[in-house]
């Protein structure tokens, strides 16, 4: 077993910055959209913390996406330019997740510093960060002050449509939030890529030498 450091610090602040505020925002969101039925605090500092976490979260994507965009750890999001390339490497890495893994069979994904991504993390890594994740602060903020940003609002369709579409974002991250856990769980030991994103160095299994008995 070889160690690997692949999570940089800002990566992991960052991570844990971001993970910590989805969930309060989750939690927070949840008992402003069902007052009814979820109480953790009184409305008023529901709204107030829901508004505080988006801004302190929109200000941590700037640090996540300057950390990348002025260091050369932005190859990691490179995407894969051949399709069947990529499309090979997807098809193997769901092979593993939907039985492989259940087999034993080892991961077809081999990570390094600049790649430590699979194909299907990378595809979705980009979707998630450079498309929902921002569409998701941008409704949050038209909602956070409706009259202040009305003209925009009504460009959009209206508040209606705006919130309709943060709520459906909402539901789509907390169901990422889930899958995110389990697919983290999937390492050589439940723990260890949990490890890595607080260590910075992720263990990698070796690959048995050709021409090696078992």
């Not at 993390?121 to 956070?144: C, D, E, H, R």
């Amino acid at each position: 077993m070889q160690k690997l450091y692949i999570n940089p610090l800002p990566v992991r602040i960052w991570h844990w910055t971001n993970a910590f505020g989805f969930v309060l925002l989750i939690a927070t969101g949840l008992q402003i959209r069902y007052l009814d039925l979820i109480q953790l605090v009184s409305f008023r500092t529901a709204v107030v913390a829901h508004n505080w976490i988006g801004f302190v979260l929109i200000a941590n994507f700037f640090v996540w996406l300057g950390f990348y965009l002025f260091t050369d750890k932005i190859k990691v999001y490179h995407p894969e330019l051949s399709p069947m390339k990529y499309f090979r490497a997807s098809f193997r890495q769901m092979q593993f997740y939907g039985y492989g893994i259940f087999k034993g069979d080892p991961n077809p994904h081999h990570p390094s510093a600049y790649r430590k991504f699979n194909a299907l993390q990378s595809m979705m890594y980009q979707i998630i960060m450079m498309l929902l994740v921002p569409l998701q602060f941008f409704t949050g903020v038209l909602l956070w002050d409706v009259s202040r940003f009305s003209a925009m609002v009504e460009m959009f369709g209206g508040v209606r449509v705006v919130d309709t579409v943060h709520v459906l974002l909402f539901i789509l991250f907390s169901g990422f939030i889930i899958v995110h856990v389990y697919l983290a769980s999937l390492g050589h030991t439940p723990s260890a890529h949990f490890k890595a994103m607080i260590t910075g160095y992720e263990e990698i299994e070796e690959e048995p030498k050709h021409g090696t008995s078992s």
